[in-house]
Antibody, heavy 124, light 111 residues
Framework: HVQLVQSGAEVKKPGASVKVSCQAS????????IHWVRQAPGQGVEWMGW????????YYPQKFRGRATMTRDSSISTVYLDLTSLRSDDSAVYYC?????????????????WGKGTTVTVSS | QSVLTQPPSVSAAPGQTVTISCSGS????????VSWYQQLPGTAPRLLIY???KRPSGIPDRFSGSKSGTSGTLGITGLQTGDEAEYFC????????????FGPGTKVTVL
């Protein structure tokens, strides 16, 4: 069945960077965008942007431009999220989610398959 | 603060029906599709409804969605204890470029 498998929990100090991976299986990797979403403890859900695994094109909302970078390695069907200059309020569970065919316009995107999440803790 | 508004909680007895509202504006719900996600405690969100009223395969028809103007609604009929979860609406907002926004969530409690 279609699934997204994420890397394990991370503990980082303020100012450091973290890289989280998300490996896709049981579907054609380059056909669907991958989004990253995070959820701080007891908080709502926040969208961080998406990557087109076919072209490598990315889109980030204003809040994350310059601090978040999404990349992919198509040879292993894996997408990465790199978040720099970590602060305590970046502590959250980070999810990757499949969302929309790469040939569709963004307004058709919704997230139909989710990874189990990666806990990132930022603490001195 | 989310640009979408949901009630913090709703509750009902098993077998009853609940509805959850999601209120937005013309820059989000008014001009885009609404999706709904269910998040059971300690798990990742799961897609329940997309394109306002469509259910992915495997989602029971007890769950339904609708949209009118700048509001969306999720309905759950025949409430079950396993439905106790947080429910989020989501849509695209175009105020400052495309931004996929989630509502603050509604906790459904089965009495």
């Amino acid at each position: 069945h279609v699934q997204l498998v994420q890397s394990g929990a991370e503990v980082k100090k303020p100012g450091a960077s973290v890289k989280v991976s998300c490996q896709a299986s049981e579907y054609t990797f380059i056909d669907y965008n991958i989004h990253w979403v995070r959820q701080a403890p007891g908080q709502g859900v926040e969208w961080m942007g998406w990557i087109n695994p076919n072209s490598g094109d990315t889109y980030y909302p204003q809040k994350f431009r310059g601090r978040a970078t999404m990349t992919r390695d198509s040879s292993i069907s894996t997408v990465y999220l790199d978040l720099t200059s970590l602060r305590s309020d970046d502590s959250a569970v980070y999810y990757c989610a499949r969302g929309g065919r790469v040939t569709d316009y963004y307004y058709k995107f919704y997230m139909d398959v989710w990874g189990k999440g990666t806990t990132v803790t930022v603490s001195s | 603060q989310s640009v979408l508004t949901q009630p913090p909680s709703v509750s009902a007895a098993p077998g009853q029906t609940v509805t959850i509202s999601c209120s937005g504006s013309r820059s989000n719900i008014g001009n885009n599709f609404v999706s709904w996600y269910q998040q059971l405690p300690g798990t990742a969100p799961r897609l329940l409804i997309y394109d306002n009223d469509k259910r992915p395969s495997g989602i029971p028809d007890r769950f339904s969605g609708s949209k009118s103007g700048t509001s969306g609604t999720l309905g759950i009929t025949g409430l079950q204890t396993g439905d106790e979860a947080e429910y989020f609406c989501a849509t695209w907002d175009t105020t400052l470029g495309p931004n996929y926004v989630f509502g603050p969530g509604t906790k459904v409690t089965v009495l």
